[in-house]
């Protein structure tokens, strides 16, 4: 199957969601890719498509489906998004996680980065977190050339991949 839109239904409301699944038999991990302000848009595209062609079966969906159509602009969408209970809500993940961040970031700010890892480490949560100097928030994302890093972009790839090599058996 190529990398394509499906939509679900959710609470009753429709839900696009841009999926790749390898074609075959064979058992494969399954990733979430979390879209970022602007929706699922270019830059997560062409994750869940490396993703997929790294052989993972990849979904990416479009959170901002219970939000009026209307509203357009990005910030304003993810500032509709809250949830008020995230640190309350760690206690219940049960796999390990890794994180990127640049070390000129102001959200989350190296303090909340650091913050997160204590929270993390307090709760016995396997994680990994690494800090690139020289790139601030998005530093991943080619569409925004104002923030991209290319030497970050490459190493953020090559860590993720060789984290689920590590953690998603089949």
Request: hydrophobic share 35%.
């Amino acid at each position: 199957m190529p990398v394509r839109w499906d939509t679900v239904t959710v609470d009753g409301k429709p839900m696009r969601v841009y999926t790749g699944i390898p074609e075959g038999t064979q058992r494969r991990a399954g990733l979430l890719v979390a879209q970022h302000g602007p929706g699922v848009d270019g830059f997560i595209q062409d994750a869940v498509n490396r993703l997929f062609r790294q052989g993972y079966v990849a979904a990416a969906p479009e959170l901002f489906h219970r939000q009026p159509a209307e509203i357009k602009e990005g910030t304003t969408r993810v500032g509709l998004l809250k949830d008020d209970e995230m640190f309350e809500r760690t206690k219940d993940i049960h796999c390990p996680v890794i994180g990127f961040f640049g070390a000129d970031d102001t959200n989350p700010s190296p303090d909340d980065v650091k913050k997160i890892a204590a929270e993390l480490t307090r709760l016995a949560k396997p994680h990994e977190f690494h800090t690139y100097n020289g790139a601030g928030h998005a530093c991943q994302n080619f569409l925004d050339a104002s923030r991209y890093r290319e030497r970050p972009a490459r190493g953020t790839w090559s860590e993720m991949l060789a984290f689920f090599a590590q953690h998603l058996k089949a």
